[in-house]
């Protein structure tokens, strides 16, 4: 019983470690595309009149910087959370609030793709406990991925709910769907399915895996389902 004790220690040491490498290699990737793509930025802000194809090589690289910093940002949280090495700091919450608040965060993209998101959540003074930040990039992921593969002129729907101390959450849209065969594989890192465009973030197959990873350090969990 000691030995196991001892191995399982380990092996929990060793996870932790390398959780925490993940996240410093990442930070320090993250710097430099930080910097290209302020750098990026400022000169097509500075230069306004430059021609249009100019400016939107400048805005191709900005997106692409964006991409890779958000890639390398999910990958050290999602290790991390697997890995047991953070912990959630939880706060009181409303589930139209977090509802609100994720939208307005994927409300850029879907405008984009001209896809229209609705909150179904109605007003309520019940509350529930949560990591917020960590439930809205969730949300955030679950929203895009939505977004991502609906048709313009789609819709997205979240709905909301809170039962007793814990809450529920909803995304529905009316994309082409999932085949029942690839399904399950749905959540599972570095899975993507092919999008429509490919001027959308995401579609590293970690999106999914990271939401399932909070959903599930939260105690609950991250169910995909397709018609």
Do not use: Y
């Not at 710097?31 to 009149?49: F, G, N, T």
């Not at 969730?138 to 609906?150: D, G, K, W, Y």
């Amino acid at each position: 019983s000691r030995s196991i004790n001892t191995l399982s220690a380990r092996v929990l040491a060793a996870s932790h470690l390398r959780a925490e490498w993940m996240r410093d290699l990442c930070d320090h990737l993250l710097r430099p595309v930080e910097e290209l793509r302020d750098a990026v930025r400022a000169l097509a802000d500075a230069a306004p009149a430059l021609e249009k194809p100019l400016r939107a090589h400048l805005s191709e690289v900005v997106l692409r910087s964006e991409r890779l910093a958000r890639l390398m940002e999910d990958a050290a949280a999602l290790e991390r959370l697997t890995a047991g090495a953070d912990s959630l700091r939880t706060e009181v919450l409303n589930v139209r609030e977090v509802s609100l608040a994720a939208v307005e965060r994927v409300k850029p993209w879907a405008e984009h793709r001209g896809v229209e998101i609705r909150v179904d959540a109605p007003p309520t003074k019940a509350t529930f406990q949560a990591d917020r930040e960590r439930l809205l990039v969730a949300l955030t992921h679950i929203l895009e991925n939505a977004v991502r593969f609906s048709s313009p002129g789609g819709e997205v729907v979240v709905e909301a709910w809170n039962d007793n101390d814990s809450a529920g959450f909803k995304v529905i849209d009316l994309g082409a769907g999932m085949a029942a065969e690839i399904l399950p594989q749905a959540a599972e890192r570095f899975f993507s399915g092919v999008a429509p465009e490919d001027d959308f973030p995401g579609g590293a197959g970690l999106g999914l895996p990271l939401a399932k990873a909070i959903a599930e350090a939260h105690g609950g969990q991250l169910e995909v389902l397709s018609q």
